[in-house]
């Protein structure tokens, strides 16, 4: 079954590239935090993360979050935010059925409070590895406390606990999945490494085809074509470097014998542009 794929840029942070990809430059480039508004012919409107909100400058006000900030300066406006994007379009937010987790970094859970009514779906995971933690334990993991809802687990669904299903060889390396609906329009994948808990999802979109929403298992769309790993300081901060490694080493496999899947990185530039093309808003 085909859904309905539409991209939203919430804004971006600053970082020299060189952190981002090996051979990079000594440069500070745009990462564009995107997240993905899914509609679903019988299930109703989803979205894959929810990328930044000013709530993000509430958040990192005091130390030792505030750091967050200074490391990675971060730029976006109220009107950027998922929800004001969607209302622009005459979607409230009480339509959202569902926001899916790919993993809590603050770039992906800024908006997470605008949705008090939408069910939340992440990995067992994931949740576990950042519960509980504050200061600069959860600072180390990306994680800041203040953007998840209080009611975060009475909310939650953790898609891990059911039984994940075979893929076909089409999908190869990736030989298992949790089939979101059962319908298999929306397949849910392991791609730990960037964070613990980590997942990618997989979907047809009905005007462009095959799609992989990637997170941040690759920084860049030219990461995962040359599997190349990000600077050593940057693998510092990772969750587990291994399955980094690894699941960066399955995105360029899949890229090389399935050419027409469209793997999309949360914060590549080709993203971003797409975003605004082929993703945008379409009637």
Sequence with gaps: MNVKL????????????????????????DFHAIAALIEHPVHGLYLFDTGYSPRFF??????PYALYQKITPVV??????????????????????????SHFHADHI????????????CFSAAYEHIKGKRGLSALREGYLPDLLPSDFEKRVTFVDH???????????????????????????VDLSGHAIGQFGLFLRDQEQGDVLLCADA?????????NLLPHALAQFIMGDIR???????????????????????THCAEV????????????
Aim: hydrophobic share 40%; charged share 15%; with cysteine.
């Design 243 to 265: 399955s980094y490694r690894e699941n960066l080493k399955r995105l360029h496999e899949l890229s090389v014998h399935w050419p027409s899947l469209k793997i999309l990185p």
């Design 110 to 121: 800024g908006g997470l409070q605008d949705f008090p009514g939408a069910k939340l779906f």
């Design 272 to 283: 971003w542009q797409m975003s605004q093309g082929v993703f945008a808003w379409r009637s």
């Design 76 to 101: 976006t406006t109220p009107q950027q935010s998922i929800k004001a994007q969607l209302s622009a379009h005459g979607i409230e937010a009480q339509r959202i059925s569902g926001v899916l987790l």
């Design 6 to 29: 539409t991209l939203l840029d919430t804004g971006y942070c600053r970082q020299l590239e060189m952190f981002s990809i090996k051979g990079g430059r000594l440069k500070s480039i």
């Design 162 to 188: 059911g039984v994940p299903k075979a893929l076909s060889q089409t999908y190869q390396p990736f030989s298992q999945a949790y089939d979101f609906f059962g319908d298999g329009s929306m397949l849910l």
């Design 58 to 63: 509430e958040a990192t006000r005091l130390f």
């Design 218 to 226: 690759a920084w860049s769309s030219t990461a995962y074509r040359q």
